[in-house]
């Protein structure tokens, strides 16, 4: 099952004890005691994995290793082993103590979220000429430990958008090497699905209806992930015999969620035109372009109209 939202606590590894020892050997005599190591930090990292979250699903905790305690001949013990943890880009991370917020947006970027407590001195340090023999040493302090609220919200080029059975996924299969769910039932897209169109991301977002934005139907759980968006591209079937209210449902959502939705290029593409006679998908066309100018029209039987949606999309993106 798809994640896109967990509740986890990280511990930054605690650092080494400082040691008391002295050297026993004649004309050598004097402390010897080496400091601890340091305590592994913490890391967030970004991978290409969409499904890096699932791993988190049950598991809530995450320790990185302490450092180890020092050595009796003044050597320092060994620095504990940093614990990162790879979340998908477009990942953000929510310190639920702090308020902090911290996007990783790139694959191999890297985030510190808690730093490994600092290594206590051994008897070595503490050493001078009126303290020849001192007996002081520090215990190891601990790491940090920080809750986070991990929410993912996808960076696509192009997202589809529309009412349930819009024929969404079977576009995005069609433009991309996707494989999404296809069905004729409502919903059959659970989860939100992504694919790769001449080096153009494009995300499948699952079926809205009227009251998504305040938790109907799959709710505002992918309403975010248009956030990241560049375009919008708003499917309708023309098989609906209300399209400009389809249209409007959605839009009315997007506002709702943010007024930023509503503010993002947007096109309207009705597809299934194999299902309705040339001049009915004629007359949808020219009255959806009273409401929006950019109007296509496509079926996923025509590789001609696919292309010219390709080149339209790619237009829009350059401008």
């Known amino acids: 099952m798809f994640t896109d939202e967990v509740k986890i606590k990280v511990f930054a590894g605690r650092g080494g004890d400082g040691v008391v ?52 001949d003044n050597s320092e013990g060994h620095r504990g082993k940093e614990m990162v943890l790879t979340v998908p880009i477009g990942t953000v991370l929510h310190d639920l103590e702090t308020k902090k917020e911290m996007e990783i947006i790139k694959v191999g970027e890297r985030v510190l979220v808690a730093n490994g407590g600092l290594g206590g001195r051994g008897n070595f340090c503490f050493r001078g000429p009126e303290n020849t023999s001192p007996k002081e040493r520090e215990l190891g302090r601990p790491g940090e430990e920080r809750d986070f609220f991990v929410e993912l919200r996808f960076i696509a080029d192009i997202g589809l958008i529309g009412l349930p059975s819009a024929g969404k996924s079977s576009l995005l299969n069609e433009l991309t090497a996707s494989r999404a769910k296809v069905g004729n039932y409502d919903f059959t897209t659970l989860e939100p699905n992504l694919g790769v169109m001449d080096g153009l991301i494009l995300a499948d977002i699952p079926g809205l209806i009227e009251g998504a934005s305040e938790g109907r ?23 609906s015999t209300n399209f400009e209210r389809d249209y ?16 993002k290029k947007e096109m309207v593409l ?23 100018s950019k109007v296509l029209s496509v079926s996923i039987h025509d590789q001609d109209k696919l292309n010219e949606l390709k080149k339209y999309l790619q237009g829009m993106l350059k401008v």
């Open 21 to 72: 020892a002295f050297n026993k050997v004649k004309m050598s005599l004097g402390p010897t005691g080496g400091k601890g190591g340091n305590g592994g930090s913490v890391y967030f990292e970004g991978v290409s994995n969409l499904s890096a979250l699932n791993k988190y699903k049950h598991k809530k905790e995450y320790y990185a290793e302490n450092g180890q305690n020092g050595k009796k």
């Open 217 to 239: 139907g799959l709710g505002v759980k992918f309403l975010r992930h248009i956030q990241r968006t560049r375009i919008l591209v708003h499917c309708i079937s023309l098989e």
């Open 248 to 263: 409007q449902i959605i839009r009315e959502e997007l506002k709702k969620y943010s007024n930023e939705l509503i503010q």
């Open 270 to 292: 009705f597809t299934k035109t194999d299902l309705v006679e040339d001049e009915v998908a004629n007359q949808k066309i020219k009255k959806m372009q009273k409401v929006n």
